[in-house]
């Protein structure tokens, strides 16, 4: 670990986690779509909403904090990029469910289900993640066991796309279902895109 002279802004290390557990709040209320009919899942929206919207503060008030701290914990550019990371998967999931409310889809197809159990699978590492950047102690498996988790979801996804051009749907059907699926694997993307960051971080303190 680096050894610094000067102090340094803790606040970023519980504002960092606050955004992870608000994802995490978001990657529950995705699974409870999967089980929910399509009268429930106008609540579910609005509360994906109002998850969305919380995460849109808690990334405000760390970019707040960048801007008014003279020391910072680690590379502003990092905390930028950290904050930003975080705040995008929280932007794709509420896509997500908004636009099976928007489009009225009746069904979702077979292994969405599979995306979803992948995307609060990489929640809750990237949860119990956050709080370690404080010591830097314990992450590698972290961005590792993301990048597994992103790969696998990769492979979900070109069997999705698969299964929805192989003419059960209908064009407009296909175009509505794909774009959702589209919207969960960029969420996965988002994941990754986090733990390369915290990797990053990881490498440039040591």
Same mark, same amino acid.
């Given at each position: 670990?680096?050894?610094? /002279?000067?102090?340094?802004?803790?606040?970023?290390?519980?504002?960092?986690?606050?955004?992870?557990? *608000?994802?995490?709040? %978001?990657?529950?209320? @995705?699974?409870?779509?999967?089980?929910?009919?399509?009268?429930?899942?106008?609540?579910?929206?609005?509360?994906?909403?109002?998850?969305?919207? =919380? %995460?849109?503060?808690?990334?405000?008030?760390?970019?707040?904090?960048?801007?008014?701290?003279?020391?910072?914990?680690? +590379?502003?550019?990092?905390?930028?990029?950290?904050?930003?990371? @975080?705040? +995008?998967?929280?932007?794709?999931?509420?896509?997500?469910? +908004? /636009?099976?409310?928007?489009?009225?889809?009746? !069904?979702?197809?077979? %292994?969405?289900?599979?995306?979803?159990?992948?995307? =609060?699978?990489?929640? !809750? @590492?990237?949860?119990?993640?956050?709080? *370690?950047?404080? &010591?830097?102690?314990?992450? &590698? !498996?972290?961005?590792?066991?993301?990048?597994?988790?992103?790969?696998?979801?990769?492979?979900?996804?070109?069997? /999705?796309?698969?299964?929805?051009?192989? %003419?059960?749907?209908?064009?407009?059907?296909? /175009?509505?279902?794909?774009?959702?699926?589209?919207?969960?694997?960029?969420?996965?993307?988002?994941?990754?895109?986090?733990?390369?960051?915290?990797?990053?971080?990881?490498?440039?303190?040591?």
């Amino acid at each position: 670990m680096r050894f610094r /002279l000067t102090p340094r802004e803790t606040s970023f290390y519980d504002m960092f986690a606050a955004s992870a557990d *608000n994802i995490v709040t %978001g990657a529950k209320l @995705l699974m409870e779509l999967l089980g929910a009919d399509s009268s429930a899942r106008a609540e579910i929206a609005e509360r994906m909403r109002a998850a969305e919207h =919380a %995460g849109d503060d808690a990334t405000h008030a760390i970019f707040h904090q960048l801007n008014s701290s003279f020391i910072t914990p680690f +590379d502003r550019e990092d905390i930028y990029s950290l904050a930003s990371s @975080l705040d +995008d998967i929280m932007d794709f999931m509420e896509e997500a469910v +908004d /636009l099976v409310v928007l489009y009225n889809i009746e !069904e979702l197809p077979k %292994g969405v289900e599979q995306q979803i159990e992948v995307l =609060a699978r990489a929640a !809750e @590492l990237t949860a119990e993640a956050m709080p *370690n950047l404080r &010591t830097m102690a314990n992450l &590698t !498996e972290y961005w590792i066991e993301v990048n597994r988790l992103e790969n696998q979801a990769d492979q979900i996804h070109r069997k /999705l796309l698969a299964h929805l051009f192989n %003419g059960k749907y209908d064009a407009i059907e296909v /175009l509505k279902l794909k774009q959702v699926v589209d919207v969960l694997e960029e969420a996965a993307d988002a994941f990754e895109h986090v733990a390369n960051t915290v990797e990053t971080i990881a490498v440039k303190e040591s």
